[in-house]
């Protein structure tokens, strides 16, 4: 990062921004190819698990199973305005990062529905019947890089 006072390492505030924001932009290796998606994650105080879920059949599977290299981004608390010079600026809080993506079944599926869910209705419970399960891919992106960045 160019802006060495704008970057966040701080991994509690690094899971902070990822609470926050609502969606996450991923982007597949190869020819480029990048999407919005609702995603869900785990911290274990160390590493970052992303999980994001989808139709069962299309290009982003195919792009998976292609290549399982991604990169991605979130960020939260946008707003441009004008600064005390009467210059337009914008303030932002932001995560990007790398990683590797592999497609879930049975319970890792459950697990990643159930962090995605617990992203979006922090504190209830969901079953997801059969049919739900059967026709919903689920994958896990395991974090290879990541940082924040804060910006007034």
Known sequence: ?????????DKAKIAGILMRAQ??????????????????FTFDGEEFRLYIHGASEG???DRMLTDPRVAFCVYTDNRVYRDMDEEYTSSFD???????????????K?????????HYAPGREF????????NTMA??????KITGKHHD
């Open 1 to 9: 990062m160019r802006r060495r006072d704008r970057e966040i390492t």
């Open 23 to 40: 969606a996450m932009s991923l982007a597949f290796a190869g020819e480029p190819y990048v999407i919005p998606m609702n995603y869900g």
């Open 59 to 61: 290009k982003k599977d």
């Open 94 to 108: 932001s995560v990007c990062g790398e990683g590797v993506v592999t497609m879930l079944r049975g319970e890792d």
């Open 110 to 118: 459950v697990r990643a529905l159930s962090a995605i869910m617990a």
């Open 127 to 134: 079953v997801f019947d059969a049919r739900t399960l059967v």
């Open 139 to 144: 994958a896990e992106i395991t974090v290879t």
